[in-house]
T-cell receptor, first 112, second 117 residues
Framework: GQSLEQPSEVTAVEGAIVQINCTYQ??????LSWYQQHDGGAPTFLSY????GLEETGRFSSFLSRSDSYGYLLLQELQMKDSASYFCAVRDRGGATNKLIFGTGTLLAVQP | EAQVTQNPRYLITVTGKKLTVTCSQNMNHEYMSWYRQDPGLGLRQIYY???????DKGDVPEGYKVSRKEKRNFPLILESPSPNQTSLYFC????????????????FGAGSRLTVL
């Protein structure tokens, strides 16, 4: 079957660094992406990895290891506004090359 | 402003009363998709469309219909809603529909919260 696993909740303090892991099992793979969602609002795109390695975008970085079917999102210098749910998503082959499968999300709570 | 617009944002209806949730994007995106979000289950794909007149089922298509007659619009139709379709619905679109990395960058609408009594 197809599945993405990520922790359900993570707690960290302001200014710290937090890593949210994602492992995936899909029939195909065309890239791992990350989305942020605040309290039932629209998910917004954060980062994408098509190849192995680290991608950095400001305070956020994302890593991918295709051989391990594993990736993570790294958030540095945490701020209160980073409290949100974070979803990893894999583009799978499926019946076409356009199924974007989401994980169940990680709720990040940033404490003062 | 580049955006995906969904309507209605909130709707309470009764079992069996047909309804349509509209979705429109102004970015000339080929790819559009509908997701439902339920607590603990993340975002599950209902239907998607790679271009005009091209649609396909996602993971949870039962009870839903879609159409793509124009590039910008992708309405979601519930012919006979049931209480298990109570959910938060998101429409999304992206610029590319192939292996290109752009296919991974979805722009989401603000969501439509549907309650079926």
């Amino acid at each position: 079957g197809q599945s993405l696993e990520q922790p359900s909740e993570v707690t960290a303090v302001e200014g710290a660094i937090v890593q949210i892991n994602c492992t995936y099992q899909t029939s195909g793979f065309y890239g791992l992406s990350w989305y942020q969602q605040h309290d039932g609002g629209a998910p917004t795109f954060l980062s994408y990895n098509g190849l192995d390695g680290l991608e950095e975008t400001g305070r956020f970085s994302s890593f991918l290891s295709r051989s391990d079917s594993y990736g993570y999102l790294l958030l540095q210098e945490l701020q209160m506004k980073d409290s949100a749910s974070y979803f990893c998503a894999v583009r799978d082959r499926g019946g076409a090359t356009n199924k974007l499968i989401f994980g169940t999300g990680t709720l990040l709570a940033v404490q003062p | 402003e580049a955006q995906v617009t969904q309507n209605p944002r909130y709707l309470i209806t009764v079992t069996g009363k047909k309804l349509t949730v509209t979705c429109s994007q102004n970015m000339n995106h080929e790819y559009m998709s509908w997701y439902r979000q339920d607590p603990g289950l993340g975002l599950r794909q209902i239907y998607y469309s790679m271009n005009v007149e091209v649609t396909d089922k996602g993971d949870v298509p039962e009870g839903y219909k879609v159409s793509r007659k124009e590039k910008r619009n992708f309405p979601l139709i519930l012919e006979s809603p049931s209480p298990n379709q109570t959910s938060l619905y998101f429409c999304a679109s992206s610029f590319y529909s192939g292996k290109n990395s752009g296919a991974n960058v979805l722009t989401f609408g603000a969501g439509s919260r549907l309650t079926v009594l």
